[in-house]
């Protein structure tokens, strides 16, 4: 009896701490984002005209698609990048495995706006790579897509989310039993083979985590479009900060938030199913 008394009490603080700080702040934009504004004032009437400002005007509609493909680029990017990276040094690093995970996760520690001006200099006409071009004669002018356009959005969150999808992947990789594997190789599977049915399957969760990751990070970025987007490179983040901010348009800033947030819902529902089927094939084999 003290002990199930113990276990709730000890319970109450972290569900306060939710509740108060996680539920009610969804509540209280769930809230606003059937209100309106009229005349520069929030007016409490309860109205569904931001939902649908949201899906009839195309500018929200196109930004919104923008995203999503700026999302699916940096995830996609980050995985050809992530997975080859983590495969190397799970299986052939060697001796310089630590090393290497060390260089990998290194710019984790460096702030995020340190990078993304790095790359807002790199980038520039005047910028580091424009420069090297320039010297290869591969252009005479300074190339204009380089900057402040989605492919410097991709680049940059593409750089920064790469570990995020790297980490998983790696824990994944060194989990897999090396009996396994030569298993495989005893039964006259090439390398090929070994990667496509034993490697690739059982790695499967650690590609998920982070693939999930670098999209839902992206879906929800805006620093990188202010930094090196541009007009072009505007993402729906942008615009609920917008709407938040200097518009003044907070249900319909809600409103989009709250579409966001239902649609990360989904995806997490969507990766867990998978991770779940899976985990009970890979547990059958």
């Excluded at 001796?95 to 996760?105: C, E």
């Excluded at 970025?221 to 900060?241: E, H, K, R, Y």
Aim: proline share 7%; aromatic share 14%; hydrophobic share 50%.
């Amino acid at each position: 009896m003290y002990s199930r008394l113990y276990k709730s009490l000890i319970s109450i603080p972290p569900l306060a701490w939710v509740a108060v700080f996680l539920l009610l702040p969804y509540a209280l934009m769930l809230a606003h984002s059937f209100w309106a504004v009229r005349q520069g004032f929030l007016v409490h009437d309860w109205t569904l005209s931001n939902y649908r400002t949201l899906f009839s005007h195309p500018v929200y509609l196109q930004v919104l698609f923008r995203t999503l493909r700026i999302a699916a680029s940096v995830t996609l990017c980050s995985v050809l990048l992530g997975y080859p990276l983590a495969y190397y040094l799970s299986f052939h690093a060697g001796p310089r495995k630590q090393l290497l995970y060390q260089l990998v996760i290194v710019p984790l520690w460096v702030s995020y706006l340190v990078r993304g001006y790095a790359w807002k200099t790199i980038l520039g006409t005047d910028g580091v790579l424009n420069g090297f071009l320039h010297y290869l004669h591969l252009t005479t002018e300074p190339a204009s897509f380089l900057l402040y356009s989605p492919f410097s959005v991709v680049l940059m969150l593409t750089h920064i989310y790469t570990p995020f999808v790297f980490l998983p992947i790696y824990a994944s990789l060194e989990q897999i039993p090396r009996p396994l594997l030569e298993a495989s190789h005893d039964l006259g599977a090439g390398p090929r083979s070994t990667f496509l049915r034993v490697v690739l399957p059982l790695s499967l969760p650690g590609l998920l985590a982070g693939s999930t990751f670098a999209f839902l990070l992206t879906l929800g970025d805006f620093l990188a479009p202010l930094l090196v987007g541009g007009p072009s490179g505007t993402m729906i983040a942008n615009i609920v900060q917008s709407l938040f901010g200097a518009a003044y348009d907070w249900p319909l800033g809600a409103a989009i938030s709250m579409c966001i947030l239902l649609l990360i819902l989904s995806i997490l529902f969507l990766t867990e199913r998978l991770e779940k089927r899976w985990s009970h094939t890979g547990a059958s084999r």
